[in-house]
């Protein structure tokens, strides 16, 4: 009966490392997407809101008081957004369609 129970006993362990070891890999792996989407996205609104500073110092001055009043304040963050998610989404697509050409060629 001893021998039952350790068989059971190394089953059971071995089961569970392949599925901990699975959950931590996948994890890991999202862990790393949304950090890279994040820093992505960090860089945008930088890039953006240095974008927007240029074109204000370049406009007259009216017209960059009637941009003040048509933008909202929020305006470099959701165009940096709006692009972060627009590249990671081609990201996405170029590897899906490179594992497909890969795997059905």
Do not use: D
């Not at 820093?39 to 941009?67: D, E, H, N, Q, R």
């Not at 709006?82 to 497909?100: G, L, M």
């Amino acid at each position: 009966m001893v021998w039952l129970a350790n068989f059971f006993v190394s089953l059971t362990a071995s089961v569970l490392a392949f599925f901990g070891q699975t959950f931590a890999k996948k994890t890991l792996i999202a862990t790393a997407a949304i950090a890279a989407f994040l820093s992505l996205t960090g860089v945008f609104v930088l890039t953006i809101k240095a974008l927007l500073t240029g074109i204000v110092y370049a406009l007259p001055p009216w017209a960059a008081s009637v941009a003040g009043v048509i933008l909202p304040t929020n305006f470099g963050p959701c165009v940096s957004a709006y692009i972060a998610a627009k590249v990671a989404r081609w990201i996405y697509e170029f590897h899906t369609k490179t594992i497909q050409y890969v795997l059905f060629s």
